[in-house]
């Protein structure tokens, strides 16, 4: 099992950065894949950028070029730049391992840009 915490949400002005850090804990040696989605309000769960093992990454067209996923200490961040309101969501870390089928997910922290 692996537990994943995210942290650095926040209330943002239009064309600003935030970073955003997930650590976990747990199992991390183990982890297979972690990344980063979204759930913006009346919308379902996106994904938005994610790592996998061996450093391939994948991001959502709507967020290439603005945002940056990196591994950090036993876990992952996210630097988002150039945001905008749409980007207003929950953002999810998440995380799947090695020979086990579950995908883990943190609590999320809420991304509010407004002006």
């Known amino acids: 099992q692996v537990q994943l915490v995210e942290s650095g949400g926040g209330l943002v002005l239009p064309g600003g950065s935030l970073r955003l850090t997930c650590v976990a804990s747990g199992s991390v040696n183990s982890i297979n894949s972690i990344g980063w989605y979204r759930q913006r309000p009346g919308k379902q769960r996106d994904l938005v950028a994610v790592?996998?093992?061996?450093?391939d990454l994948k991001y959502a067209d709507v967020v290439k070029g603005r945002f940056t996923i990196s591994r950090a200490k036993n876990g992952v961040s996210l630097q988002m730049n150039s945001l905008k309101a749409d980007d207003t969501a929950i953002y999810y870390c998440t995380a799947d391992l090695f020979g086990d089928s579950h995908q883990y997910w943190g609590q999320g922290t809420q991304v509010t840009v407004s002006s």
């Open positions: 790592m996998a093992t061996g450093g």
